[in-house]
């Protein structure tokens, strides 16, 4: 059977991404990050999507050069269509509309949340996990595929989820957040003890150094499988405030036991919460997936949680942990797949639900 070539574009927000992928193998997978942020503690829309316009071209150029194939060669062009920042999803969703028009090719919209999720279908995917009670080696690299049903926690810059996933394109949120994602959780706490941005990856590297225990941070009381953030993040600011009276260098003094002692809290929210799924479903596969998936607390207690509990664990590899084209484009082979197609009126939406 003929390979099915999917070119993917992702711009939900601070990233333009392209990727070419071969049935289910990225054949590459280009990433342009915007770095003026930094200088703002946050993403600018404004600026995002003036970045965007600058990079799509060359980025998806690389991308199909790098991937050895040509445009006449694409089946299909696969974009998020959100959820995300609007003025970056129109630039986006425009371009996909715009190439797939001139090469006379199915136009494919892709769900960004499914997408972080159906990262862990690519081919040759060298994520760790832990495959049930009867391994000896932990954790272990894994080239296997999930089975359905799944559940996914899915944790990005925003958007805190439990999916139960019952096949590639059929899921359902369980639980989510009220207020904050646990990215922007990190990110926040970042920017208190005054860490640039994005600051979870900054937080997590302070954290390995120390003391998980050393401080305490309120923890929510929500029902269910439902999160909240806002609590947590107010209770580290006025503990920052009120140190800083006492001494204003104890935040330079204490970095590592604050970061370790928020990650803890933060990774044992999300924990606690995951196991309650896998009880109340009975479900044993069990997956991470968006940029907080990158977390070293949370991969190590995932996969602790899991030999355990007798789960198989599926965390991504660092590269599709965090925004990337090629969970796009292996979204749009899925949709290829069922022939779901969209049409050249296709509108971006900035709070897109499935
Ligand atoms: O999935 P993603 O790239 O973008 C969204 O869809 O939002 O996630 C970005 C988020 C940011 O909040 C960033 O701080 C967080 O993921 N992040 C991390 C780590 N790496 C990225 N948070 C904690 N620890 C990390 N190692
Ligand atoms: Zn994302």
Known sequence: MKPIIILGIE???????????????VLSNLIANQKIHELYGGVVPELASRAHQKNIVPVVEQALSESGMSKEELS???FTRGPGLIGSLLVGSSFAKAMSLALNIPLIEVNHIQAHMLAHFIEGNNG???KGISQSSFPIPYTSIPSFPLLCLTVSGGHTQILLVKEYLDMHVMGETLDDAAGETYDKAAKIIGLPYPGGPLIDTYAQKGNPNAFKFSEPNIPGLNFSFSGLKTSILYFVRDKTKEDKNFVAKHIADICASIQSIIVKILLNKLIAAAKQTGIKEIAIAGGVSANSG????????GECLGWNTYIPPFEYCTDNAAMIAIAGYYKYLKGEFAEQNVAAIARYKF
């Open 11 to 25: 711009s939900s927000c601070d990233e333009t991404s392209a990727a070419v992928i071969k049935n289910r193998q």
């Open 76 to 78: 299909a062009i696969a």
């Open 128 to 130: 760790i996990g832990y």
């Open 298 to 305: 949370l991969r190590k207690e995932v996969i602790a949680t």
